[in-house]
């Protein structure tokens, strides 16, 4: 491909607060390309974005545009209150010959073209009555609409189910065809050698590697962005379960009958202490549903759920008491306390059972904080660092720790390594099996099946609101649990 | 963990209860103080009523675009007396200065706490309570500690600004309706507008989005500022002088009047037309107690703070 930059930067620098976010980094973007930008969380990625668009100001190096850039920032950078045609055309609403905004048209544009991105919702409604992942969607329409030379996106499919993630590559494929050159980060492996043409891998804030990818095995990518030798990482294997431990036990968690009316239909779970079970399932089929209504978030028509024998009343509250926890979906919008540190935002839940007759051991909180920032490899300046000034990835390691130290007896994941570079996600496997050798229920929903296959001890497959089946022991293979399922799964799992 | 849906059907309430229910708050009073005291639906207690309400009506105005950036004006009350003096002193040299000097000086005093909050990042509320004081001070000191009050020639042209009429109605009611015919439009039609919006609905991803915060928020503290100044120059043009008393806890007139009529104090969401519903609501409420007569008009306060409550209450609870 003959070179013709459109971006090159050239020995940026960039320093919070002693943390040094990038270091020396060299970057070029070509016109035309799909460039994938990977790296650990942390590694800096959002940052060099941050610098190509201007948000912030290196401290040393140069940095040359060309062309009009258009961003999907990790966040989603909307405003909620807003209604979604006013979202989509922020600063560019389209006039009648007044000079004021078309409101009429407005609307009807937006609803145009939402269409093309498989969104039905009301555009006059408020953009935060919307699910994260049709928000996400709409971040995109609006970007790309923005007739750009150059669309970056920071994690555009971590919140998006399966469905989403196809539209969204659609997109990128259609702006390739149109010559748009594309910055793509995300940390699922498929995508990016579905896409991109091109791969710069940071490390600790330096650019280690640039380069085609598809001549690049994924291995040795995973190794250029942990760092570790190709042999380490085989032997290690990327993901990080072990071996069942839960010998015949009485279930600690029997939920029977959960009916939500279209949502669930008489779905049972039991869990025996020790033991990981998977929820398998297409989008839609009633995965996370069923998970909120044994956390007893979703209204039900009709079901119990038993922990330890004893009937638990129908609320979180009490849910919760019962020794239930739940790390939800849509964790990113949810949780997260900016402005307290990491250590706080991580004992915040177990604060009841830190304390002793209100007083709350500081010593004990720091033990188990730098257990977790070590064992889930939280790249933190310190403990007292505020949770803001971290990356995307980082933060949902927080949270993923502020559950995980409450001592649930049964702890509901739903999609627990969701926008966790490679290197964490093999630690919070490992963890979670930890977790069960210690005697915790785990349910585990996933929308990788390699995850389900290698962590789950059984598998419960939904179709449609209903349990479809359960696969065990040798069953417990791709083909099982793809026929169980349904065909098209094939194009949402994970292959290696 | 709301699922979509149970959001949407709160948020349509939210949205029914803050457009309307100030409304039907009005309606309702209005309605019932008509039946109920024989002078109320007189032509002259209403005109006399709007003219009450159009002075407040253009200070809200300038709040109402505050508070949608998520920010708040304390300095309106002092910059509302300080316009009125310094219109009064004006006159002496023609209609001209009478009226432009008032909304310079208050206009550039807004500029100078827009520049403050939005480019030191300052909290808007010590930055005007700073103001507050500051054009309080300054007021005082230019009338003799508000002995010196400035009269207004009679004769002037400017006096006809607060006293000339149009089939009774005084020129403040068409002012003020005016200008919120014009604020309405600009905050739902035009781009500045919709930039008022995004920065109080949500700052960081706006900045985002390209929307020039900064900028917005300092032409909305301008604008605060003018339209205080202008209040002042009308209600000193009606009244014939500059009143040095005056003004003392206006800006918590209007800050309430705009959460009344439905705008949310945390910003983001708000109209104009909530707003003077709101003004409406206070002067029929005020405007009832005068008339019961026997009632301790302080009874007004007692009255605009339950109402404020309610709305403030219903509003937290309609956004869980
Ligand atoms: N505003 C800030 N203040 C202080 N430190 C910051 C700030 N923004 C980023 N950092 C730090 O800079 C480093 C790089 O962060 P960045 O967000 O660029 O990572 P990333 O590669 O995008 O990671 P992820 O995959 O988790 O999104 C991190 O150590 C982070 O804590
Ligand atoms: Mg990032």
Redesign the pocket.
Known sequence: MPTDPVIEVAGVTKT??G?R?LDDVDFTLNRGEIHALV??????????IKVLTGIHTPDAGRITRKGHISTIY?EVNLVPLMSVAANLFLGREPRNRLGLIDRARRSADAAELLTGYGITADVSSPLGTLAVGEQQMVALARAVEADADVVIM??PTSSLEPREVETLLEVVRKLHEAGIAIIY?S?RMDELYRICDTVTV?RD?RSVHSGPLKELPRIELVSLMLGRSVNEIQKHGTTAFGEDHYAGREPVLEATGLTSKPRINAVNVAIRPGEVVGLAGLLGSGRTETAKAIIGALPLDDGTVLVAGKPVPHNVKAATKAGISMLAEDRKTEGIIPNLSVRENIVLAALPRLSRFGVISRARQDRIVDTFITRLRI???SPE?KV???????QQKVLLARWLCTEPKILLLDEPTR?I?VGAKAEVQALIDELAREGLAVLLISSELDELLDGADRLIVLRDGAVAGELEGAQLTREHVLGAIAAEVMDDADSN | MTTPMTTLTAATRTKVLQRQGAAVALVLMVAVSWLVFPRFGSLDNLRDLALQGSFLAVIALGMTFVIITGGIDLSVGSLYALGGVLAAWGSQYGFLVALALPLLVCGLIGLINGLLIARTNMAPFIVTLASLLFARGLLLAITDEGANTYQIPPDSAFVELGRGTVFGFGYPIFIAAVLCVLGGMILNRTSFGQNVFAAGGAEQSAILMGVPVAKTKILVYTMSGTLAGLAGALTAAYLQSGVTVIGVGTELDAISVVVIGGTLLTGGMGTVLGTVIGVGLIKVIQNVINQIGTLDSNYQSVVSGVFLLVVVVLQRILRR
Not at chain 1, 388 to 394: I, R, V
């Open positions: 919070f607060a943390v976010a790296g650990e969380n942390g590694a800096g990625k959002s940052t060099l990790q920071d994690e980060v940390h940071l804030g790249k933190v300046s660092q803001a000034e971290l990356s995307g990835g980082n926008g570079d």
